[in-house]
């Protein structure tokens, strides 16, 4: 059983956010994280997610900051 972060953020000029959400993350313990920088109104271009959850094996916990990444 793994824990696999998630970052996400929806502009380029937000990489002090993207950098916290990281570093989250990795105190509570991810063995793996995946981020990406686009927009949260569409799911559809989130290629990170995507293979965040390809990555992840049954018994493997997905790991957030925010409810809303």
């Known amino acids: 059983m ?3 972060g998630y970052a ?3 502009t380029f000029g937000q990489d002090n956010g993207l950098e ?3 570093q989250l993350l990795t105190e509570a ?3 793996r994280i ?7 109104t569409s799911t559809t271009n ?3 997610l995507k293979q965040a959850i390809e990555f ?6 997905l790991v ?3 409810i809303d990444r």
């Open 20 to 22: 916290t959400q990281k």
């Open 29 to 31: 313990g991810c063995n």
């Open 34 to 40: 995946f981020f990406e920088k686009v927009t949260g």
């Open 8 to 10: 996400r953020v929806s």
């Open 46 to 48: 989130r290629t990170e």
């Open 2 to 4: 793994a824990l696999i």
């Open 64 to 66: 957030v900051t925010k």
């Open 56 to 61: 992840m094996q049954a018994g493997d916990t």
